[in-house]
């Protein structure tokens, strides 16, 4: 969703005012997957100190050819070269961030292979996401009303309670996870005594959901403020055509 980012710059301040972390799944599931992704990049390549991109589990090659990336490198392009450079950046991703030491970002969730953030640190992410342990559980889990953990009906990573997140930043001396992952209506949702919370920056989702989005702020030394914003009226969105741009008109 290439409009999104305008209007999340318009809400939170345009780079390099404030920095940023997008928490991952910049392609699949819109017109505009190529646009956002390269123009993120562009963004980082000019202000690298101030723009950090976190890797989704859409940033995936297995998953980009089933929910449209994939198809819309070949619609756009005519071939895959865009898909295959855009997966190589996939894998050099960081899989998460850390704010002032106390607030831990990633885009899905906690791990039962992961206690400390030291072991965060020492995982290989020059890779495609594997279908099952610690990688794969940061991209992919969800928290949930359980005691502790529990199968993912996504078939990948764990669901996880508020003992588990508890334990994980008490031990690790945070204040608060924010990942991003799944869709809220609200924009954004605290959970487990607000030691969590989602952030959902995808207004209209699938141009057909009416959520609001949000981004999160944070400002020294300890205020956190989520802002909301919509999508862009129908009315000053353009669809992009099903066929083949030619390199040379």
Not at 8 to 27: A, H, K, S
């Amino acid at each position: 969703q290439f409009y999104p980012p305008r209007e999340l710059f318009r809400t939170g301040g345009q780079v390099p005012d404030t920095n940023y972390i997008f928490m991952g799944d910049f392609v699949d599931r819109g017109y505009y997957s190529l646009e956002t992704f390269t123009y993120l990049l562009a963004l980082k390549a000019k202000w690298p100190d101030r723009i950090t991109l976190l890797r989704g589990n859409h940033e995936s090659r297995q998953i980009t050819q089933v929910y449209g990336f994939y198809d819309e490198c070949q619609t756009k392009y005519g071939n895959a070269n865009a898909w295959r450079y855009c997966t190589k950046v996939f894998d050099m991703l960081t899989i998460a961030a850390l704010i002032d030491e106390q607030i831990l970002c990633v885009h899905g969730g906690l791990s039962p292979d992961i206690k400390t953030l030291d072991q965060i640190r020492t995982i290989e992410r020059n890779q495609e996401i594997p279908h099952k342990g610690a990688f794969c559980d940061l991209v992919w889990s969800d928290p949930e009303d359980v005691d502790t953990w529990a199968i993912s009906p996504r078939g990948a990573g764990w669901l996880f309670g508020a003992k588990v997140t508890n334990e994980f930043v008490h031990i690790n001396n945070l204040k608060l996870i924010c990942r991003a992952h799944q869709l809220v209506h609200e924009g954004y949702k605290f959970m487990f005594d607000e030691k969590l919370v989602t952030v959902w920056s995808a207004p209209n989702y699938c141009y057909r959901c009416g959520n609001i989005a949000s981004i999160m702020v944070f400002n020294p030394p300890n205020t956190r403020e989520p802002k909301l914003f919509r999508a862009v009226p129908d009315s000053e969105r353009v669809i992009p055509p099903r066929t083949t741009t030619p390199y040379f008109l």
